[in-house]
């Protein structure tokens, strides 16, 4: 059993930056992959980016790719989310999910994950 709990979300300019956080408890963080995913008002929920249980791959949206970071701290069992260079479409409840692999492309797939936070809004004006 894993919870999660997200932080970190808010309301920032379009060009700023965000770090989301996502504690988790449960003794099985370090052996799971872990995703970022929003839900956008009236769209489905979407991946984001996801990481590797001990960090050594990464995973990203395309249009996300050289703006957010992803990362994890297995000591603190934490993943967080860097976000720069914000624009209005990122615009969206931000979900963190623990996934039942444990690397690789499977981690895209929101079907993949067992775990979920409960949100954090992040919210980007123009």
């Known amino acids: 059993q894993v919870q999660l709990v997200e932080s970190g979300g808010g309301l920032v300019q379009a060009g700023g930056s965000l770090r989301l956080s996502c504690a988790a408890s449960?003794?099985?963080?370090?052996?799971?992959?872990m995703g970022w995913f929003r839900q956008a008002p009236g769209k489905a929920r979407e991946f984001v980016a996801a990481?590797?249980?001990?960090?050594?791959?990464?995973y990203y949206k395309d249009s996300v790719k050289g703006r957010f970071t992803i990362s994890r701290d297995n000591a603190k069992n934490t993943v967080y989310l860097q976000m720069n260079s914000l624009k209005p479409e990122d615009t969206a409840v931000y979900y963190c999910a623990a996934s039942t692999f444990i690397s690789g492309n499977y981690l895209r797939d929101l079907m993949n994950y067992a775990y979920w936070g409960q949100g954090t809004q992040v919210t980007v004006s123009s």
């Open positions: 990481i590797s249980w001990n960090g050594g791959s990464t």
């Open positions: 449960g003794r099985t963080f370090s052996s799971s992959g």
